[in-house]
């Protein structure tokens, strides 16, 4: 199956530790990727190839895959990292990809 | 500086086709694949397609084959994203963006601002 399954909502009070989890098979042998999207703005990529942080993005954030699901988890959450999160992998085929559905991360 | 520019708003009538574009610069065009990405209102993103402009080899996910087609100018930078026959369902914002890596592992590393295509009769 192509699918990747995210919560649709997390909320956290500033300061504390978000974890937005991602289930898929696919991701037993393939990368993901997490992006961060704000209202009305592109989606920005916050982590590369399950654990990888991109220039720019702040050491908060980090990922992690244990076989069927990928985590990205945001530790001393901020008011800023309100937004809507969505992972990306492989699709079955390998020549496209797919995404997740997406979470909304509240900061309280 | 990585800079994708899209062309802007368009208001169509369903049945009427379309074609918008994505300008690249300040990197290599056709050494990098450039896809596009769909949104519709209030909803969660979805990947259309992708091409990589060195020979113009397009991929596209299942949903979206045959229903619209990805092309590229590698004279002036440019990709492309087209329907002949426009619905309803077709209104969203369209993002293109730049993938740094091939298949399976496309990400993309640059957006373009988006381009809002309202379909409505």
């Known amino acids: 199956s192509d699918e990747l399954t995210q919560p649709p909502s997390v909320s956290v009070s500033p300061g504390q530790t978000a974890t937005i989890t991602c289930s898929g098979n696919v991701l037993l042998n393939q990368y993901a990727f997490w992006y961060q999207q704000k209202p009305g703005q592109a989606p920005l990529v916050v982590m590369s190839?399950?654990?990888e942080r991109p220039s720019g993005i702040p050491e908060r954030f980090s990922g992690f895959n244990s076989g069927t699901t990928v985590t990205l988890t945001i530790s001393g959450v901020q008011a800023e990292d309100e937004a809507d999160y969505y992972c990306?992998?492989?699709?079955?085929?390998?020549?496209?990809?797919?995404f997740g559905g997406g979470t909304k991360l509240t900061v309280l | 500086e990585v800079q994708l520019v899209q062309s802007g708003a368009e208001v169509k009538k369903p049945g009427e086709s379309l074609k918008i574009s994505c300008r690249s610069s300040?990197?290599?065009?056709?050494?990098?694949?450039i896809g596009w990405v769909r949104q519709r209102p209030g909803k969660g993103l979805e990947w259309m397609g992708i091409?990589?402009?060195?020979?113009?080899?397009?991929k596209y996910h299942p949903s979206f084959q045959g229903q619209v087609t990805i092309s590229a100018d590698r004279s002036i930078a440019t990709a492309y994203l087209q329907w002949s026959s426009l619905k309803a369902s077709d209104t969203a914002m369209y993002y293109c963006a730049r993938s740094p890596l091939g298949p399976p592992n496309f990400y993309f590393d640059h957006w373009g601002q988006g381009s809002l295509v309202t379909v409505s009769s």
């Open positions: 300040g990197y290599t065009f056709t050494n990098y694949w």
């Open positions: 990306q992998s492989a699709g079955r085929s390998g020549t496209y990809s797919v």
């Open positions: 190839k399950d654990s």
């Open positions: 091409i990589w402009p060195g020979d113009s080899d397009t």
